[in-house]
């Protein structure tokens, strides 16, 4: 089993910055595939940043150049820094693991995802 907690969500002004980490007791990172997912009032959950188990990354596109994710398997860490926060990166950031890559990365096989962390709120003012 894997439980997933979430910490680093906050509220801070456009412009600022905040980091996000996801610990986990229970198995390691190393074998996950994992990310960071966010869901806003009214809208449905997207993907922000995924990372594989042989460290290949990917972002959203409204995130690129201002996130960077980043996980360590010794700590069993998963980080997400955000930087030039922008009002509308505002919502509830949740941190997912799963053996099966194609369930984090495919946002149509997204719901089979086998853990979820309980999610951090980063809220952003203008």
């Known amino acids: 089993q894997m439980q997933l907690a979430e910490s680093g969500g906050g509220s801070v002004q456009a412009g600022g910055s905040l980091r996000l980490s996801c610990t986990n007791s229970g198995r390691t990172y190393s074998s996950y595939c994992m990310g960071w997912f966010r869901q806003a009032p009214g809208k449905v959950r997207e993907g922000v940043a995924t990372i594989d188990s042989d460290g290949e990354i990917s972002y959203a596109d409204s995130v690129k150049a201002r996130f960077t994710i980043s996980k360590d398997n010794a700590k069993n860490t998963l980080d997400l820094q955000m930087n030039s926060l922008k009002p509308e990166d505002t919502a509830l950031y949740y941190c997912?693991?799963?053996?099966?890559?194609?369930?984090?990365?495919?946002?149509?096989?997204?719901?089979?995802?086998?853990?979820w962390g309980q999610g951090t709120q980063v809220t952003v003012s203008s």
């Open positions: 997912a693991a799963d053996l099966r890559c194609d369930y984090i990365f495919d946002p149509t096989k997204r719901s089979r995802v086998g853990y």
